[in-house]
């Protein structure tokens, strides 16, 4: 069977895009996206993102996220903006859309040639929203987390999908395919965690690495990005009301706090290729 697919990425988080809207998903996707995420092997990416019919009244879509594992993803800040885009340029050019999740309505703005601000919503730091357990039942805000014999001070923040943001003195020098995966499958998060390790450059500047539940280390995450500057603004580093600047291996995306805890999201959305597989 062909597949017609488009290999989009907002700051090299890449997916491969399959218009689901009047199919469906397929019913082997969990399978599909293990065998089509493979690099070298295959078209190689993050994972599958599925854009599908809406499911509430006034939507433009639906977004499914299946990460290379095959797992099921919540919700995708990345992928988010490069669904905007692809329903921008099939046919809905609007420059709000309005766009469902397993978390919940997305607002997306157009901001010009490829870019996007993504009405994240709101964050929580509380262990029953990750969830996390084992780890008391305030806030989680500078806690000890002790992964493999070392201890290490983390914030955990819910944004849709779960995130631990641990502060480091250089990125660069962390070696995420040996501490990653002990991140991912520690015990006080059921549901596994995405894990960010971000070193503080200013107030409002950030470099940040991720290790993605489901897909190990990716050179961006629009969630993985909100939840860091969500902990460091409590943990009094960022300031709320301004955008932070957040570096990553893919690219810069711009995070800001509103009241009420509120995330916007502003990054670039970019199609790579479009084509056809046999599967």
Known sequence: MKLSFTKMQGCANDYIYLDCRKSGVPENIAALSEKLSRRHFSIGADGIICICAAQTAGA???????????????MCGN????????LYTHGIAKETLAIDTLSGLKTVTHK?????????????AMPASLPAVNMGE???????LTVDG????????????????TVVEDVDSLKL?????????????????NTEFVQVVDATHLKMRVWERGSGETWACGTGTCATVAALTELGICPAG???HV??????????VLPGRQLLMTGAAETVCEGITEV
């Open 60 to 74: 433009d879509g639906m977004m499914r996220i299946f990460n290379a594992d095959g797992s099921e993803g919540r």
């Open 79 to 86: 992928g988010i903006r490069c669904v905007a885009e692809w």
């Open 112 to 124: 010009g040639a490829g870019l996007w601000q993504v009405e994240m919503g709101a964050y929580s």
């Open 138 to 144: 305030e806030p989680l805000v500078d806690k000890e």
């Open 150 to 165: 070392k201890t290490w001070h983390v914030t955990c923040i819910s944004v849709g999908n779960p995130h631990c943001v």
């Open 177 to 193: 395919e040996e501490i990653g995966p002990a991140f991912e499958h520690h015990a006080n998060f059921p549901e596994r965690i």
């Open 242 to 244: 301004e955008d932070i």
């Open 247 to 256: 570096q990553l291996r893919g690219g810069v995306l711009t995070i800001r």
